[in-house]
């Protein structure tokens, strides 16, 4: 690592990035003791390469989640006190670098985001005043539209190679597009948002007027079984976020949606269907008690 940074030699430093990476993924809280052997290095990567030219983006992009694995591997540990003053200062570098925006071919915005979701579960109530400005990022994504348009395959394109072509019964050839790039966007907004309420646990409960709403609506998202369980498990954290006093009456509300959806899926024999809204409902009454 010291040589690829030092002589900026990019293949060598991202051969050392991706084994950091591993390591990290695999030691967990025994990765504790080369914490403060490998930060600095991170630091330095993100203070000088610059982000004008793709390689040095993926560069970049590569560190900041190499750094994210570090951050959960000493979320590990049972005392985080001496590697938080590190992870507060990467949080404030990656948070005014997300401010001032990224093209959008970048990938160091992804890896932002998802560093941030990391240093969210970590610093729990520290990550306070870095959380309304992360939420309103993942939310503009959240809300994307994918434009899922089925039409016929027939019927002249300015691009007749976009989208691919299904036979659908009664129909005949039918041409299905769908916008890629917001489709990873939303998912990968739900994962966050997954992933941060079940990291901050209680902690969360400040943000759920926030995130309800959203996550609520696509509880059934018909369009992608990705968002849709994303949006399952961000609820059942909800519930435990918001506490007992509240969460057997937010539970009833929703009730419905579990119920509709299961008895849908029976009438359509649609058996996944049906196991993934009975998995998440036993997985949700457990998060009631």
């Known amino acids: 690592m010291r040589i690829g940074v030092q002589s900026k030699s990019e293949a060598l430093t991202i051969e050392s990035l991706n084994l950091l990476h591993s390591m990290c993924n695999v030691l967990l809280a025994e990765f504790a003791p080369f914490f403060n052997d490998f930060m600095p290095y991170m630091k330095e990567i993100l203070n000088n390469v610059g982000s004008q030219t793709m390689p040095d983006k993926k560069l970049r992009a590569k560190a900041i989640d190499t750094i994210a694995a570090i951050i959960i591997a000493v979320g590990d540990c049972k005392d985080k006190s001496p590697f938080a003053n590190d992870i507060k200062e990467i949080t404030r570098v990656l948070a005014e670098a997300l401010h001032a925006g990224f093209s959008d071919d970048d990938p160091q915005d992804e ?14 109530q520290d990550f306070a005043q870095y959380m309304e400005f992360l939420t309103a990022y993942l939310l503009k994504d959240a809300v994307l539209s994918i434009d899922l348009k089925i039409e016929n395959a027939d019927v002249p394109t300015a691009n007749q190679d976009e989208g691919y072509k299904v036979k659908v019964q009664g129909l005949g050839e039918q041409r299905v597009t769908v916008n890629t790039p917001n489709l990873v966007k939303k998912t990968s907004a739900f994962g966050l948002i997954e992933r941060i309420a079940e990291s901050m646990g209680k902690a969360f409960a400040p943000f759920i007027a926030q995130f309800l709403p959203i996550v609520r609506e696509h509880m059934k998202f018909e369009h992608s079984h990705q968002i849709r369980k994303f949006a399952l498990k961000s609820f059942k954290h909800i519930l435990v976020a918001i506490g007992e006093d509240n969460n057997i009456q937010l539970f009833q509300e929703e009730l419905a949606t579990y119920i509709t959806s299961i008895t849908d899926g029976f009438a359509k024999f649609d058996q996944k269907n049906v196991k993934v809204y009975m998995k998440y409902f036993a997985e949700t009454l457990k998060a009631l008690n």
């Open 111 to 124: 890896s932002v985001k998802s560093c941030l979701t990391e240093s969210a579960a970590f610093l729990q």
